[in-house]
């Protein structure tokens, strides 16, 4: 009531009316829409939209329907009449479920029995947690149910393996073939200490006729992934060569009589997903370009190299490949200033169409930000695309301080994504210029700007981050005296990192979830084969010495003069908690200036409400302490 009539008084007395912006509380009380697919007849798109209760600490999400042509969105409750769920076999006659099982003893009851009251875990090998959970000797498996009789086939049975892959896998991870006798399935076989080692996930076929499986890419010891069967009967799946890489070159590959075929082997990028057209001519994928994800065209060759044509193009991203009707692709689609809607493309002519408008109540209160692109030179002579996000009602009369936004990953594409924590609306909001650049390590700018960051994490990439502040606080509307530098996993590795080498340039740092001692990382992290391939090795292999003796934040951690906040959850594994703690410790023996904002219930990331909200205020409040 107070804010209203202020407002009144400021128009009648022709004052000034300051403008909503986006607040942390506004940002999570935004509706989030996620697809669940097409009607049967393709005309209709259903999706979810989930909606958090700050006060509750709680989500609660609807279903509704909107023609694919457009229109009012209509809530259901049931659509099972109009859409065929994938899990259920095109013939109808089984489904797919996930189920957990119990395969291996880990309790410490279950090797001692009489010991009932005991919660100790016995391991005998790696693989003993991974990202928030600690290993209890359960395994998602995948079960065929018949659904006339009710029986069941566990495809997995009594395996150590996990379908869907864990904790990331979902739906994507199996599929039908078209005639429902077979089941294509993503699986990982490897268990303990090679699990931890490998990221040779395969595409494996099982014949319910048969009961037999089959290994389809036994010959490729990386990832295989996202089997998907077109209209014809041909399987696709995406692909990386290398073994223990996770961030390689994806490729979509096509099994023709009876051999796996590179599609995009020759093409300089990264496939993220990808959908076949409704008479299975061409395939449509999405990947990073430009620090930007846009739809590509891919048509199926007969020989040679297809010729493969972008869609979309755009300030924007092009996110989830919902469904196919004739010409028309429906895609979910963010932007810096907006969260995931829904809207169609026109294959055409790649024109697109919004569909959902879930917020628009919310940004129609608000000032918007101004996002530009900015190509600055890096010191070695390369030219790199820079994000800058500016205040709303942005004046470049005024100075206003501003952040260097360090990207995790470190091979995450710095596109144009819609965080609901690293939220540059939101920053920008509250009056900081955000530098936010596609430094090395980064997919969108080529296969070789993407690969040339590992193992070597404190090298060029740090002269990039630099070049980008530096060239930005050129301008006279950069405050030079109240720089920031922010990021979060190997973005919080970035910050750790600067902190003991930007020779005066920041004031403030924050750093949530970073690897701060490569040494203690490697023996705590989860996913070994991560530190193998982005450290080189392990720290006591002479071959990877560069990394852990000229790249580990802790060795110059006796060069931090500046305030730090440095954040960590108690339930990340990837990057353990020893990891903030020790850079706490650190910091405050040296009478540095900083705080520690621990997480014991959030992993890698901040998930719930209240949490989510507490971050926000407390990133803003130590900016306020440190920058103003």
Excluded at 86 to 114: C, D, F, W
Excluded at 230 to 254: F, H, R
Excluded at 272 to 279: G, K, Q, V
Excluded at 428 to 443: D, E
Aim: charged fraction near 25%; hydrophobic fraction near 35%; proline fraction near 4%.
């Amino acid at each position: 009531m107070k804010s209203l009539y202020t407002f009144l008084v400021a128009i009648i007395c022709g004052l000034p009316v300051q403008a909503q912006v986006m607040t942390p509380e506004l940002l999570w009380q935004l509706k989030r829409v996620s697809p669940i697919g097409l009607s049967d007849d393709g005309q209709t798109v259903l999706f979810s939209v989930t909606q958090y209760n700050i006060d509750e600490n709680s989500k609660a999400s609807k279903t509704y329907k909107i023609p694919i042509s457009g229109g009012d969105a209509v809530e259901i409750k049931d659509y099972a009449s109009i859409y065929r769920n994938p899990a259920i076999s095109p013939n109808g006659k089984y489904e797919l479920i996930t189920r957990e099982v119990k395969i291996k003893p880990v309790l410490g009851s279950e090797h001692h029995p009489e010991m009932e009251k005991s919660n100790v875990y016995i391991y005998d090998n790696l693989n003993y947690r991974h990202w928030d959970k600690w290993e209890d000797g359960y395994f998602s498996h995948l079960f065929i149910k018949d659904r006339e009789n009710g029986s069941e086939i566990d495809i997995n049975d009594g395996e150590a393996f996990d379908v869907p892959q864990q904790p990331f896998g979902g739906a994507e991870d199996y599929s039908w073939s078209n005639d429902g006798s077979k089941v294509y399935y993503v699986c990982k076989k490897e268990y303990g200490t090679s699990y931890a080692q490998s990221t040779n996930t395969d595409i494996y076929q099982y014949d319910l006729e048969t009961k037999e499986t089959t290994n389809l890419t036994e010959a490729n010891k990386g990832y295989d992934t996202n089997p998907v069967v077109s209209g014809d009967g041909l399987l696709a799946y995406l692909q990386m060569d290398e073994p223990g890489y996770e961030a390689d070159k994806n490729d979509i590959m096509l099994f023709s009589e009876g051999e796996p075929i590179n599609l995009t082997e020759h093409w300089d990028g990264t496939v993220n997903s990808f959908i076949f057209s409704e008479d299975g001519k061409k395939i449509y994928f999405t990947a990073p370009i430009g620090a930007t994800k846009q739809l590509f065209e891919l048509p199926i060759p007969k020989k040679g190299d297809p010729e493969i044509k972008q869609v979309t193009e755009g300030q924007f991203d092009v996110n989830d490949l919902v469904g196919i009707s004739g010409n028309t692709l429906v895609v979910t689609r963010t932007d810096m200033n907006h969260a995931s809607e829904i809207y169609t493309v026109n294959l055409k002519n790649g024109e697109m169409i919004q569909l959902t408008r879930q917020n628009n109540d919310t940004y129609n209160k608000i000032t918007l930000s101004k996002v530009e692109k900015r190509m600055i030179k890096t010191t070695d002579g390369k030219e790199m695309l820079t994000w800058v996000i500016y205040p709303p009602d942005f004046d470049p009369s005024k100075k206003y301080p501003t952040l260097l936004y360090c990207q995790g990953g470190p091979q995450s594409a710095l596109s144009q994504f819609y965080s609901f924590r690293w939220n540059f609306q939101v920053m920008a909001a509250q009056g900081y210029i955000v530098v936010a650049p596609n430094r090395r390590g980064m997919p969108g700018h080529g296969v070789e700007w993407n690969e040339q960051i590992s193992g070597d994490w404190g090298g060029q990439n740090m002269q990039d981050y630099l070049s980008a502040i530096d060239d930005v606080a050129k301008e006279d509307y950069v405050d030079k005296e109240r720089l920031g530098c922010v990021g979060a996993s190997y973005g919080g590795f970035s910050a750790f990192y600067l902190a003991g080498i930007h020779e005066g340039r920041f004031k403030s740092f924050i750093a949530h979830d970073g690897v701060f001692n490569l040494r203690s990382m490697y023996g705590t992290t989860e996913e070994v084969f991560f530190a193998h391939k982005e450290f080189g090795g392990a720290y006591w292999d002479e071959k990877a010495s560069k990394t852990y003796d000229q790249f580990n934040p802790v060795d110059r951690v006796d060069k931090w003069d500046t305030p730090i906040l440095i954040i960590q959850g108690g339930k990340d594994y990837r990057v353990p908690i020893g990891q903030g703690l020790e850079a706490f410790q650190a910091a405050q023996l040296q009478g540095i200036k900083s705080r520690l904002l621990y997480f014991p219930e959030e992993n890698h990331w901040v998930l719930s409400a209240q949490n989510g909200v507490i971050w926000q205020r407390e990133f803003f409040k130590w900016l306020q302490e440190t920058l103003n």
